[in-house]
């Protein structure tokens, strides 16, 4: 149990970094409205999932070994994010934040925060390091490993609400044309920043 807790604090802390899952969060709390934002949200949290089962498998060995595989995923990854950077960026200023709202499905939204975690090659690096911490060898893998991949995608939920609802608070002082433009140059430029990085970076 000391071990658990000690893992919760670390996932909390790594949530809580600003990435490119919190700044697209943030961005559609205050553009698109809390709803889809919350389908992003279990987006974020599924490919989250989905990265820490990789990481449990042949595949995540292979991922992690191969500077191919890695840096193929790397650039697939900078790609997705200098698009949607532009995306934002390029965005036009609407009159009201609703009809920016209407113009994003739910689905929309779910696969963008999907597709933002799943190409991301250092997740699974990440897991296969922090995994094998908290993990007690002399007692059975699977009930643990189930355990320590839902307490992460559960906490994302958690942490990413709890970003979203503040951000939505914040609503109405941007809630001007000027100000969601000045919010869409904003997120559009961190994006392009994050899958710069992403690319430049080694493992």
């Given at each position: 149990?000391?071990?658990?807790?000690?893992?919760?604090?670390?996932?909390?802390?790594?949530?809580?970094?600003?990435?490119?899952?919190?700044?697209?969060?943030?961005?559609?709390?205050?553009?698109?409205?809390?709803?889809?934002?919350?389908?992003?949200?279990?987006?974020?949290?599924?490919?989250?999932?989905?990265?820490?089962?990789?990481?449990?498998?042949?595949?995540?060995?292979?991922?992690?070994?191969?500077?191919?595989?890695?840096?193929?995923?790397?650039?697939?990854?900078?790609?997705?994010?200098?698009?949607?950077?532009?995306?934002?960026?390029?965005?036009?200023?609407?009159?009201?934040?609703?009809?920016?709202?209407?113009?994003?499905?739910?689905?929309?939204?779910?696969?963008?925060?999907?597709?933002?975690?799943?190409?991301?090659?250092?997740?699974?690096?990440?897991?296969?390091?922090?995994?094998?911490?908290?993990?007690?060898?002399?007692?059975?893998?699977?009930?643990?490993?189930?355990?320590?991949?839902?307490?992460?995608?559960?906490?994302?939920?958690?942490?990413?609400?709890?970003?979203?609802?503040?951000?939505?608070?914040?609503?109405s002082k941007i809630a001007s044309q000027k100000g969601s433009a000045l919010l869409n140059k904003?997120?559009?430029?961190?994006?392009?920043?994050?899958?710069?990085?992403?690319?430049?970076?080694?493992?």
């Open positions: 149990m000391d071990n658990y807790l000690l893992y919760v604090g670390v996932a909390i802390a790594t949530i809580c970094l600003p990435g490119p899952a919190v700044v697209l969060t943030i961005n559609n709390a205050i553009q698109k409205g809390l709803l889809k934002t919350f389908a992003g949200i279990f987006g974020v949290a599924l490919a989250i999932l989905l990265v820490a089962t990789i990481s449990a498998t042949s595949l995540g060995i292979i991922l992690a070994s191969s500077a191919m595989a890695f840096s193929l995923i790397k650039i697939v990854g900078a790609v997705y994010l200098v698009y949607l950077g532009i995306k934002m960026w390029r965005s036009k200023s609407p009159s009201n934040i609703k009809t920016n709202a209407h113009e994003s499905s739910l689905l929309k939204c779910f696969m963008e925060g999907f597709f933002v975690s799943i190409t991301n090659p250092k997740a699974v690096v990440f897991f296969m390091s922090i995994f094998p911490q908290f993990i007690d060898l002399k007692q059975e893998y699977t009930p643990q490993f189930v355990l320590l991949a839902l307490t992460f995608s559960a906490l994302v939920v958690v942490i990413h609400t709890i970003y979203a609802v503040s951000a939505s608070l914040t609503k904003i997120s559009g430029g961190i994006f392009v920043g994050f899958g710069v990085g992403l690319a430049a970076s080694s493992r």
